[in-house]
């Protein structure tokens, strides 16, 4: 099932010697292998900043659907199903406090009044908080208004303790540990809220029993009289410790989300040095076979004269040529001789040639002349390009700056509706067959596996043509394909030029084709530094049913024009939220 296929075709490289320009007119060598596989069909109030997504079926391509589980997306998202995790922690340790806290109390020498106002407040806590720890089950239901109501209860129900045990002995530590939880939490106001009414809270009864409104009736409390000042210099302290609690949770907090961005961004890093291993291996594959004199240097071929070879792949040889009358300079590809007696790479062979022979667009590599079906060595004569593939530039660059990438969108964009208007879905659209030439125009490479709206589908038999990577859902199905494939193509190319990462990733081949027809890849944004607007539009664009993507190429590259620039219409990003909803971008690996 990973063997390599006919879109892997002719590749150009340098010559030895020869200045740093790459010249082309043929699909270059791609980085992953093109399939084609003959059974693809058994391929196998706010809530707080919480993602969900169901998790996808783990063998047939239209399966039901798991529960949900959180996806992490960013540190801040990571520290937030941490957070909960957290304070359902906290509520059990408060309930073991508290049931001690009771227990004690018939054993401690206290007023009546104050034992009843420490057991009524301890049963009310852990009333309360049950209902918010088994409502916690669900992420979605743990916001903001929750969290505050929570904090409030038990920042009055710990000040009752402090009261009963002493409000000058170490009762106060159980608030100073509960701000220090408070100061982790993602809610800012809330916990600047919850420090207020602490220090409030202390320095109101601190006040009261320095003025000797009423003795500390704290079991615990200093039963000799302390002066004025003593009593203030211990309110103090007290509340000092109170203000470093909450002080050094956020400084913990902000720690954590550093260290998570840190790692965060290791991984990407990792993840885009992969991507442009596997590009670089590629090209020094290329740069190993070709340049010199092939079998057919100097020999005439039609009306053209061959001479080194530009470029070699699993169909075909591509050598420099130039035209025996006008010295048209021209590139011409070659079915390899093994190939010869196989009816169906001849067939595809000429249907390359069909393709682009009847395409007239500057954003597609012009065909010059073509052989008929019976010529003894079948060929393609192509207009003969100067300039470097996308992939090439992938390698040396990592991304595409934003203005690059919309212009690539725009012309790859006019060639593929150019291409869909005459009933031709190229199949195959990927880094290595954009080629930018050197006025800056870019242009379609390789139709060797496109597929024409006149086709039986004789030549794939139901089968997976394509590359996996940059491959749309019903192609990877065996499914047939119209324009909407090749726009989902030149979506997946985009996020590679915006992420510096391939869009799926996989151990071996189902995997990958799995994944392509399951799962959305990470949120972009994720990755790279993007507008959200962005991360909308290529939701559309790489929607697994053809029928909610964008209808053209032109009007995916408007869209992301307008995305880039902060301007997408809101039906859009109506139409993005609710496709996410179905399929949610997936955790960043």
């Not at 697994?544 to 997408?568: H, N, Q, W, Y």
């Amino acid at each position: 099932m990973g063997t390599k296929g006919d879109s892997d075709v002719a590749t150009v490289a340098e010559r030895p010697g020869a200045k740093q320009e790459h010249e082309a007119s043929v699909p270059r060598l791609p980085s992953e292998p093109t399939l084609t596989v003959a059974d693809a069909g058994t391929v196998v109030d706010r809530p707080f900043a919480t993602a969900t997504r169901p998790a996808t079926a783990p063998t047939t391509i239209e399966g039901p659907e798991s529960p949900t589980v959180s996806t992490i997306t960013t540190a801040a998202d990571a520290l937030h199903d941490e957070e909960i995790e957290r304070t359902r922690l906290f509520i059990r340790v408060g309930w073991a406090i508290s049931v001690a806290s009771i227990g004690v109390v018939a054993l401690l020498p206290s007023p009546r009044p104050m034992q009843i106002a420490q057991v009524a407040a301890m049963l009310f806590g852990i009333a309360v908080s049950s209902v918010f720890y088994r409502r916690w089950r669900d992420p979605a239901k743990f916001t903001e208004r929750a969290l505050f109501t929570l904090a409030i209860v038990c920042a009055v129900n710990a000040h009752v303790a402090v009261l009963y045990f002493g409000a000058l002995t170490m009762a106060p530590a159980i608030v100073l540990i509960g701000l220090h939880f408070i100061g982790r939490t993602e809610s800012v106001r809330t916990a600047k809220i919850i420090l207020a009414a602490c220090l409030v809270m202390y320095a109101l009864l601190a006040a009261l029993l320095t003025a000797g409104v009423f003795r500390d009736p704290g079991v615990f409390a200093a039963r000799h009289e302390l002066s004025a000042s003593t009593q203030l210099i211990g309110a103090a302290f007290v509340l000092g410790a109170y203000v470093l609690g909450y002080i050094t949770g956020v400084m913990f907090r902000r720690a954590s989300l550093v260290a998570i961005d840190e790692l965060a961004h290791a991984t990407r890093v990792t993840s885009q040095r992969e991507a442009l291993m596997a590009e670089l291996r590629a090209d020094l594959e290329r740069a190993l076979r070709v340049g010199g004199p092939g079998r057919y240097t100097n020999q005439r071929i039609g009306l053209f004269k061959l001479g080194i070879v530009l470029g070699r792949g699993a169909m075909g040889e591509v050598y420099e040529a130039s035209h025996v009358a006008s010295g048209q300079a021209a590139a011409v590809k070659l079915l390899r001789r093994e190939l010869l007696s196989d009816a169906t790479h001849l067939a595809r062979f000429m249907r390359e040639a069909k393709a682009g022979g009847s395409l007239e667009s500057e954003h597609v590599a012009r065909v010059l002349e073509a052989s008929s079906p019976d010529e003894p060595v079948p060929y393609i004569a192509m207009e003969r390009l100067h300039g470097i593939t996308l992939a090439e530039i992938l390698r040396r660059e990592s991304r595409l700056a934003p203005h690059a990438l919309l212009e690539l969108v725009k012309q790859a964009g006019e060639g593929i509706d150019a291409a869909a208007a005459a009933g031709i879905v190229h199949r195959d659209l990927k880094p290595q067959n954009l080629f930018r030439t050197e006025k800056g125009i870019w242009k379609i490479l390789d139709f060797g596996v496109a597929t024409l709206s006149e086709d039986s589908g004789a030549l794939t038999q139901g089968g997976v043509i394509g590359t996996p990577s940059y491959m749309a859902p019903e192609q990877a199905q065996g499914k047939r394909v119209d324009g909407r494939a090749d726009i989902y193509a030149l979506a997946a190319v985009t996020f590679r030029c915006l992420t510096a990462r391939y869009p799926f990733s996989g151990t071996d081949t189902p995997t990958l084709l799995y994944a392509v027809v399951h799962k959305m890849p990470p949120r972009p944004s994720s990755i790279a530094e993007l507008p959200s607007d962005v991360d909308a539009c290529l939701a559309i664009a790489l929607a697994k049913d053809p029928e909610d993507r964008f209808a053209s190429a032109a009007a995916f590259s408007r869209a992301l024009t307008a995305a880039f620039a902060g301007a997408l219409e809101p039906a859009l990003k109506r139409r993005a939220a609710a496709l996410l909803r179905r399929h949610p971008w997936e955790e960043p690996s």
